[in-house]
């Protein structure tokens, strides 16, 4: 209580003790501050995550999500690794070689709106966890795989259950930091993914050249599928370690759980400036509730009431029972009606614009990525077999798609098959010079964009990836 009766001056100051520890590319931020807060005055989301600030809860929250961001980079991209080692042991044709790259998304895809009703009515946290965790069990029906249509299944339904998690983590992680820090927050997380694209060629070219090949449990395994199971190894860290950490308090209070929201942001403010969590000088939060849920709520208790006066608890608890029946279809009806405006004038020709314009960058970029991989073993495949290096790349496609055609005629038959793949470190090793200069790229980007602007910038960078 003496901590309360104090100016405001001194816990300023204290407050700016945290700061000093940051790291650089969050220092140039303004120094915090609690601001001024009215006694009994409720507060919002942003005035109370202000308060709570940035410090050693933040950071070991991002540090906790490397791992996240990286499985859910490694679970779109690990096909392209090892398209060319496994081209033997499953008999792969390109169109096969196609549609594995090709399956996780479609599974994304197909469970992109259910994911996004469970997230605004379950919560960030619970989803995170689950979606990681659960992610393991079609992760180890895929290592275990022994032909092609096995594992297109498999990663069919990886992509369907990590199309949440793909989603929902920055969602997650900008929620639970000021408007101040989020900006950096995002370009941070296009840091981890970038990262994450430097560790797989890494991973790959430390397993995947050994040529293991074992028995287990009447299971044949070869590099691939142990390369495969190393690459789940995020997805555990990921489910783990978000237990540690509060439920969204954003979203919290959007639910009307405003007692949870109160207990998340004192977390947060005793972590980071190392106080107790009844020092938290909000006390109370606005009601954030959506107007629908507030007249329901509103009803409930008013017939509650009415009917308190007459000894009929059981008609009352029914009456309870069927609000919160009602409340995933209101919630469900709210969000089809958010979307309605972008699908109307006047933002129908704006919306259908930067649908067409995201489609178009996300075609040609995942396009190139998840065919290099595959790119650059059949020229290190051309090089090793012809001795050439002066080759062109139409030459070296045309031997991938004849040899691609004499396999397929070999597979069908057993007896005189012979297929045979040349699997060297320099293939590996061209992807990590490529994920490098995606990450340097990434990081110039996120201070270039604030001199320049992110429109312009986008512009330029089309341009330029036309003129090529």
């Known amino acids: 209580m003496a901590a309360e009766m104090t100016t405001d001056k001194a816990p300023a100051d204290n407050d700016t ?13 303004e120094k915090q501050a609690e601001p001024e807060q009215k006694k009994d005055t409720p507060a919002d989301f942003e005035t109370a995550m202000e308060v709570a600030g940035f410090g050693t809860f933040n950071i070991l929250l991002l540090i906790c999500a490397c791992p996240a961001a990286i499985a859910t980079v490694s679970e779109t991209s690990t096909m392209s690794f090892i398209l060319p080692s496994a081209e033997c042991d499953l008999k792969l044709t390109l169109l096969h070689k196609g549609l594995l790259n090709a399956i996780t998304y479609a599974g994304m895809i197909s469970s992109a709106v259910m994911w996004g009703y469970l997230a605004d009515t379950k919560g960030r946290k619970k989803l995170l966890i689950l979606g990681y965790l659960s992610s393991l069990i079609p992760g180890l029906g895929a290592v275990s795989s022994q032909n092609v249509i096995q594992l297109m299944v498999f990663k069919y339904i990886t992509g369907f259950i990590m199309c949440g998690p793909f989603a929902i983590l920055m969602s997650y992680l900008t929620e639970l930091h000021g408007k101040k820090f989020r900006s950096r927050i995002v370009m941070l997380m296009g840091l981890m993914f970038s990262v994450g694209n430097i560790l797989l060629p890494i991973i790959a070219l430390t397993v995947i ?37 509060p439920e969204s308090p954003k979203f919290l209070m959007s639910q009307g759980r405003n007692a949870e ?18 020092d938290f000088p909000i006390k109370e939060l606005i009601n954030e509730l959506p107007s629908a849920e507030k007249e329901s709520d509103a009803s409930t208790v008013s017939i509650a009431t009415i009917e308190s006066s007459i000894p009929k608890e059981k008609e009352a608890m029914s009456s309870n029972e069927h609000v919160k029946e009602k409340k995933p279809k209101i919630n469900f009806r709210q969000g089809w009606e958010q979307l309605r405006p972008l699908l109307s004038k006047p933002y129908l020709g704006l919306s259908a614009r930067v649908y067409l314009m995201n489609f178009a960058i996300l075609f040609g970029q995942n396009t190139l990525r998840l065919w290099i991989p595959q790119m650059f073993a059949s020229i290190e495949e051309y090089e090793q077999m012809h001795g050439s290096t002066g080759s062109s790349m139409c030459t070296i496609l045309e031997y991938s798609v004849n040899k691609t055609q004499l396999l397929k005629s070999d597979f069908a038959d057993l007896e005189t098959a012979k297929c045979e793949v040349v699997i060297t470190a320099a293939s590996f090793t061209n992807n990590i010079t490529v994920a490098v200069a995606g990450f340097v790229g990434y990081f110039l980007a996120g201070f270039i964009v604030n001199r320049i602007g992110s429109r312009i910038m986008l512009s330029k960078c089309q341009n330029h990836n036309n003129k090529k």
């Open 17 to 29: 003790l945290p700061n000093r520890t940051l790291p650089s590319v969050l220092q140039s931020s």
């Open 209 to 245: 050249p050994n040529n293991w090949d074992f028995e287990l449990l009447g299971l044949q395994f070869h590099s691939w599928q142990v390369f495969l199971a190393i690459t789940m190894i995020p997805n555990l860290l990921g489910g783990i370690l978000l237990n540690f950490f």
């Open 261 to 278: 929201a109160m207990r998340a942001f004192q977390r947060i403010y005793a972590l980071n400036h190392s106080k107790p969590r009844e």
